[in-house]
């Protein structure tokens, strides 16, 4: 694409895109700002990076509208928009290769139950095995060696990489991707405590629904509800290595990070940011847009929407950063108190 090509298509997304610099040169690709050479395009979205604007090789650089680069012109190009990091977005997604991980068609060591319906244009890998009465809709891709047990309904232009499992009476909506390793619908943690210190099984009758948009990172697990089901609303966006466990909801356009463990029946609300390795006790909730930061626990319910969470147990950062700079002078607290202990009991001696 010419540079010109690129200001007119990001403009398809962006009120204004302000062209300063020469439009005729041509992009090859993206790249980072460190290692961009002649004919590929990057980006400034964070004020540490624009040290590199006086190094990099790029042919363009996409940057805030506010940004001077009147001194870097003779050389490089600009593109100027509100956001840079989404203008990057769109054009990384415009120079990805099409996806490619199963042949067009049913591959002949694919299994296929019985009473299974199969829309135009789906895709299933080598290996792949699709249960008695599944459904997959249109153009959707199943990787090699992945499994759908029986009674799963998959809907349209959904992409399960190689070696994703869903259990029986899973429900998945339209367009999401599931990475490799992931397993969805297992059975749920529950075993009821016995008076000889043993553990019945608590059966798990419930299903997964996870909505339209969403994408799961690899080897996730989400357990299937005891009763009822656990849900991943529209648009959530799940790292890899989550644990969510049985009864969950996950609200729509939430983001949860690597590692994060959910126990059984949270609900999460609308666009909050898990962090990761951040722990959650069972039976509470979270309010919409709350922040938590990696490594928290959240040990109680937080219904106050927009606030942000730290620390374990769990409180709002402001409170939890001051109780934190109190910790970091218990020392010198306490040099003070014996300090004033000891000229007391001095005192006390005269």
Known sequence: MTIQEIRDYLGQFFDAVELVGSGDGLISGPAKIETAQRGQV??????????????????L????????????????????ADDPYTAFVFLLQKFSPPLSIAAKGIASTAVIGEGVSIGEGVAIGEYAVIGDRCSIG??????????????????????????????????????????????????????????????VKIPQMGIVEIGDDVEIGSNTTIDRATLGSTVIYRGAKIDN???IAHNCRIGEDTVIAAQAGISGSVKIGR?????????????????????????????????????????????????????????RNLGAMKEKLDRLDAEMKELKMK
């Open 138 to 199: 249109r153009n959707t891709v199943i990787g090699a060696h992945s499994v759908l047990l029986h009674d799963v309904s998959v809907g349209e232009d959904v992409v399960f990489f190689p070696g994703v499992t869903c259990y029986h009476g899973t429900v998945v909506g339209n367009r999401v991707v599931i990475h490799s390793g992931s397993v969805i619908g297992a059975d749920g943690f529950g075993f009821a405590p016995q008076k000889d210190g043993s553990y």
């Open 241 to 243: 290595l989550v644990q």
């Open 61 to 80: 650089v996409i940057v805030h509208r506010s940004l001077c680069v009147d001194e870097f012109v003779h050389k490089t190009s600009f593109l100027k």
């Open 42 to 59: 990057t980006f400034v979205a964070n004020d540490k990076y624009v040290r590199f604007l006086a190094s990099t090789g790029a042919s």
């Open 271 to 327: 666009q909050c940011m898990i962090g990761g390795q951040a722990g959650f006790a069972g039976h509470l909730e979270l309010a919409d847009k709350i922040q938590v930061a990696a490594k928290t626990g959240i040990s109680k319910s937080f219904l106050q929407p927009g606030i942000a969470l730290r620390g374990t147990p769990a409180q709002p950062m402001r409170d939890q950063l001051k109780h934190e700079a109190m910790m």
